[in-house]
């Protein structure tokens, strides 16, 4: 048996899980000091705000609530959310939304004493610190940015994604309350879910996998297996959607110590020039890469099977096959968009979508198979 | 499906793990702003400590090293470890050592500006706080307690433990380098081991245990069942060495949100009166409370067994069988102490421990079986 790898994981202090657990975000507000909360949330969702602002007015404390857009968020709104933090004097932030509200508030509480701007910081280790405490409240279970050193903004001018990764992005705290969950509607729970898959499955079958990480990636997993359809077909199902938030925060967890693989990189493309969501991209591409990758580690993609509750049967190639056929059922029964031509993308614009893709090679050479352009065209081609 | 219970988490902000990342607790100090380090260790393992002075020193830090006698701490020296951080004007502190060493170092950290004595904050949740950042760097695999929100000291007067829990009490950092646990003689490796086990399995089995609690349990199991007999008889195989401390943390993090249950409560009586090292005193009991267990939760304790790497046959009550004889012969091979007599105590001594461990309450309710005296002492009985 060879050593691991070395890992440093950097991860949320706390962590609070369960139905109603964000009646106690007040008071961690309070005893880390906070008198003058900023929350960034999205605007479809900005109602859910009230669970925070409520008891934190009740205790005395000033809060301004900035939502953005629907949508994944820009370096422009950014910068709004950055102007309200100031104007509030916000000595306390809290992301609440899906990742492109936490995506925010993370890097408003990285960046609001100006010391440095987002241009500065983008890229891998480059932000000096955070003078704000950070909370966030996940009320997609998907992302798990509230878990993560991550955050991405889109930059308009060149159309391209730019992503900031830093221990310091890793919020202070976390809630976990599937109540805040229960109004996302079927789509969104379906594509968000998927992502959450995936992040999990990019991990496990990373070139730089690490047991400590694997044994988060299978459970979540597990839990998405058991849990992803009840969640979509049953709303209210708190337990459910309970299991979901869970799976998302270990997803995240996986995120920085491990990170993803090509099911990322090819996903970039549609959402930097057709402005596809995430999770829908992830989940439209998933079972495409992991047909392609599966012949390289197949007992990887079995053990997937297994954890998505397929019953394995020792041969492992056709193991993994089972996990991947589960994996289309899955995301069928959930109502997914499941071809690139289902959400307008024609076989044209494929050639320039392998070669973007081509450029995130932070995310590739993480995956368990090399992947050349001429790979990206095929598996986009599967997907069409 | 019914909601999971809530859950609070208290994790380590930032876990370096793997062979030399003992190399970074400098630079993490530097970031900290730490200029006066006290280190606080064991007067046996002493030695290891320049693997933590050495690059401080080396870069301008003022090292004071505090080390305590081998065995469970008092709070004579804790108090001794104090003086030495005040003497020393620290502004950091580091733990290294078994969990005597972190349970003092936690404490010094937290209890360092004098607002509070030890005796103010004996119990659950009364530490107002921790002035100093603190790091832990165990050398044994075992306690975990680098990852949890416990230390615990004797109180000489009245030959009890007593603890303090609180979520201030975890620490800051935490360096698993595996490289600094090959020197622990093989008795220490063989009982701190299946006292890392046996934080796994009670967590596992417990009355309040947790979905996401399980998988790390049970990840600790099988790091466990794959890694402790070579630990012991090749004491320079790094590999197993870091999976045992991989294992170690696992357990440790299921301390804080589940907590142990009956094999703990039996235990403290051997501690408190005849000294034994908790972790023998642990590995002593775990399979007799095991079989008293195992009716009451059988496919719980078939899933152990299964983590433990035996082939289920599918009827829970035989594999939770099997997975007590692999435990019991894990300790045989691993020449651990196996019944009181072995350790000097004799039939007399039952009734009174019986009596004891019925005081543990805030554990035995934890015990997915209702534990009566008659059955404490049953337990020992069969230990005996």
Same mark, same amino acid.
């Given at each position: 048996?060879?050593?691991?790898?070395?890992?440093?994981?950097?991860?949320?202090?706390?962590?609070?899980?369960?139905?109603?657990?964000?009646?106690?975000?007040?008071?961690?507000?309070?005893?880390?000091?906070?008198?003058?909360?900023?929350?960034?949330?999205?605007?479809?969702?900005?109602?859910?705000?009230?669970?925070?602002?409520?008891?934190?007015?009740?205790?005395?404390?000033?809060?301004?609530?900035?939502?953005?857009?629907?949508?994944?968020?820009?370096?422009?709104?950014?910068?709004?959310?950055?102007?309200?933090?100031?104007?509030?004097?916000?000595?306390?932030?809290?992301?609440?939304?899906?990742?492109?509200?936490?995506?925010?508030?993370?890097?408003?509480?990285?960046?609001?004493?100006?010391?440095?701007?987002? *241009?500065?910081?983008?890229?891998?280790?480059?932000?000096?610190?955070?003078?704000?405490?950070?909370?966030?409240?996940?009320?997609?279970?998907?992302?798990?940015?509230?878990?993560?050193?991550?955050?991405?903004?889109?930059?308009?001018?060149?159309?391209?994604?730019?992503?900031?990764?830093?221990?310091?992005?890793?919020?202070?705290?976390?809630?976990?309350?599937?109540?805040?969950?229960?109004?996302?509607?079927?789509?969104?729970?379906?594509?968000?879910?998927?992502?959450?898959?995936?992040?999990?499955?990019?991990?496990?079958?990373?070139?730089?996998?690490?047991?400590?990480?694997?044994?988060?990636?299978?459970?979540?997993?597990?839990?998405? *297996?058991?849990?992803?359809?009840?969640?979509?077909?049953?709303?209210?199902?708190?337990? %459910?959607?309970?299991?979901?938030?869970?799976?998302?925060?270990?997803?995240?967890?996986?995120?920085?110590?491990?990170?993803?693989?090509?099911?990322?990189?090819?996903?970039?493309?549609?959402?930097?020039?057709?402005?596809? %969501?995430?999770?829908?991209?992830?989940?439209?591409?998933?079972?495409?890469?992991?047909?392609?990758?599966?012949?390289?580690?197949?007992?990887?993609?079995?053990?997937?099977?297994?954890?998505?509750?397929?019953?394995?049967?020792?041969?492992?190639?056709?193991?993994?096959?089972?996990?991947?056929?589960?994996?289309?059922?899955?995301?069928?029964?959930? *109502?997914?968009?499941?071809?690139?031509?289902?959400?307008?993308?024609?076989?044209?614009?494929?050639?320039?979508?392998?070669?973007?893709?081509?450029?995130?090679?932070?995310?590739?050479?993480?995956?368990?198979?090399?992947?050349?352009?001429?790979?990206?065209?095929?598996?986009?081609?599967?997907?069409?």
């Amino acid at each position: 048996m060879t050593t691991m790898r070395a890992l440093d994981l950097c991860l949320v202090r706390t962590v609070r899980i369960g139905h109603g657990c964000i009646d106690d975000c007040a008071r961690d507000c309070a005893a880390a000091g906070a008198q003058r909360v900023l929350v960034v949330t999205s605007a479809p969702i900005a109602e859910l705000a009230a669970a925070v602002t409520n008891p934190l007015e009740a205790a005395g404390v000033a809060c301004r609530v900035w939502a953005g857009p629907d949508g994944e968020p820009t370096i422009a709104h950014f910068e709004d959310a950055l102007a309200a933090a100031r104007e509030h004097g916000a000595d306390f932030v809290i992301g609440l939304g899906g990742g492109s509200a936490m995506d925010v508030a993370k890097l408003v509480a990285a960046l609001a004493d100006g010391s440095q701007s987002f *241009g500065d910081v983008v890229g891998i280790g480059l932000l000096a610190g955070r003078r704000l405490p950070l909370a966030c409240v996940p009320t997609t279970a998907g992302t798990g940015s509230e878990a993560t050193p991550i955050a991405i903004l889109e930059d308009q001018a060149d159309q391209l994604k730019k992503g900031v990764v830093s221990p310091h992005l890793v919020p202070d705290f976390a809630y976990l309350d599937p109540q805040l969950t229960v109004t996302m509607p079927a789509r969104v729970t379906a594509a968000t879910g998927i992502d959450a898959l995936t992040h999990c499955i990019e991990a496990y079958t990373n070139r730089f996998a690490h047991p400590l990480v694997d044994s988060w990636a299978l459970e979540g997993i597990r839990l998405i *297996g058991a849990n992803l359809e009840t969640a979509v077909q049953e709303p209210g199902n708190v337990a %459910a959607r309970e299991a979901m938030l869970l799976a998302s925060h270990l997803g995240g967890m996986c995120l920085g110590p491990v990170n993803t693989a090509a099911v990322h990189a090819l996903a970039y493309p549609l959402g930097g020039e057709f402005h596809v %969501a995430h999770g829908v991209a992830n989940s439209l591409l998933l079972p495409h890469v992991m047909r392609f990758n599966m012949e390289t580690a197949p007992e990887r993609y079995a053990a997937i099977a297994g954890a998505l509750g397929e019953r394995t049967s020792g041969d492992a190639a056709a193991d993994a096959r089972r996990g991947v056929e589960r994996i289309e059922r899955l995301s069928e029964s959930c *109502g997914i968009d499941r071809r690139l031509s289902d959400i307008g993308i024609g076989h044209n614009a494929l050639p320039k979508m392998a070669a973007a893709a081509m450029t995130v090679q932070r995310l590739l050479r993480n995956n368990p198979r090399e992947v050349t352009e001429a790979d990206a065209l095929r598996i986009y081609e599967a997907a069409l």
